[in-house]
């Protein structure tokens, strides 16, 4: 793993002049591209709440997109090491914020990872690992709020493919 300080380089471009740029709050939209290199870009809006397009990526979607993809990436790396080998990892995260005159922030971000391992895997190891991934999650250390994570962990049937 390579140690020290990495650079995330992010452009963000405004596509919602309607011809006469913020000229009243109403008078504007929320969209813009996120682009970073040759990656593809990512249509981006504010959320509905806040006169965004529900079609298009928010910035608080990405926040719990961002904390559950970090998650996972170490709970897979600590598997490999340990011998847990993972067929399936589907995470149905949550986050919450709160939005009063004072200003918004998030309260909390639940992961809910749904994993399965190969038969004859240790379930109670493959639990305790998520806790290992969280302390390591580097967007988990980064935040002011708490990210609980509820995992399951299924095993899977010892029943061969041929015989289903």
Not at 22 to 32: A, L, Q, W
Not at 39 to 57: E, H, L, N, T, V
Not at 91 to 112: E, K, N, S, Y
């Amino acid at each position: 793993m390579a140690h020290g300080k990495h650079i995330y380089r992010v452009s963000v471009q405004w596509t919602g002049n309607k011809g006469s740029g913020t000229s009243g709050y109403r008078e504007y939209g929320r969209d813009h591209l996120i682009r970073a290199g040759a990656k593809p870009d990512i249509p981006g809006s504010a959320d509905p709440a806040f006169r965004g397009d529900a079609a298009r990526w928010n910035p608080e979607d990405l926040l719990v997109a961002a904390a559950s993809a970090c998650h996972k990436l170490w709970y897979l790396h600590l598997c490999a090491d340990a011998g847990v080998r993972v067929l399936s990892y589907v995470d149905d995260a949550v986050g919450a914020m709160a939005d009063d005159p004072a200003g918004g922030r998030f309260t909390d971000i639940v992961l809910r990872p749904r994993v399965t391992i190969a038969a004859g895997g240790d379930a109670e190891l493959a639990a305790r690992l998520h806790h290992a991934a969280h302390e390591k999650c580097y967007i988990a250390n980064s935040v002011n709020f708490p990210i609980r994570c509820e995992p399951v962990i299924d095993i899977e049937s010892a029943v061969e493919p041929a015989e289903r």
